[in-house]
């Protein structure tokens, strides 16, 4: 259809100064609600993720402080220490660390050590049961 009339001419003008911009303006509307969309879906999941692995973190930190009391308060590690070199403690206080590191599965090494770092006992058995010989061991 031609256009001949002033009318149409002006009709058809009118609509296409109208029309592309508004056509214009909601393509970038839908693009951009779109990537802020995406943005924020992203930055809430990494919240969420983050928020978890904080929980997830703060649990083992608690496990290990509850575990750490428990030796403190051991009497044998307590008795050991006071006489370092009283080998069947010693060796008392080793198997209880190897059934200890066994029963957790959570510990490799767990170290016994006196006031000046010296090693006093350890475990001779890791988590999964195999036997190791620590270097720090006479």
């Avoid at 649990?59 to 370092?84: F, G, H, M, Y």
């Avoid at 660390?97 to 001779?124: F, P, W």
């Amino acid at each position: 259809m031609i256009a001949h009339s002033v009318s149409s001419k002006l009709l058809l003008a009118i609509t296409v100064a109208v029309l592309l911009p508004f056509l214009g303006f909601g393509i970038f509307v839908s693009s951009e609600m779109g990537n802020r969309l995406s943005r924020d879906v992203v930055r809430y999941f990494l919240k969420s993720k983050a928020s978890d692995l904080a929980d997830k973190i703060n649990l083992l930190l608690d496990e290990r402080d509850k575990d750490l009391r428990i030796w403190v308060e051991d009497s044998l590690a307590i008795s050991l220490l006071a006489n370092p070199q009283d080998a069947r403690r010693r060796e008392l206080m080793e198997r209880r660390l190897d059934i200890y590191c066994r029963e957790k599965q959570v510990y490799d090494c767990i170290l016994v050590a006196d006031r000046e770092g010296h090693v006093v006992a350890s475990n001779t058995v890791d988590r999964t049961g195999s036997m190791f010989s620590p270097p720090w061991r006479d």
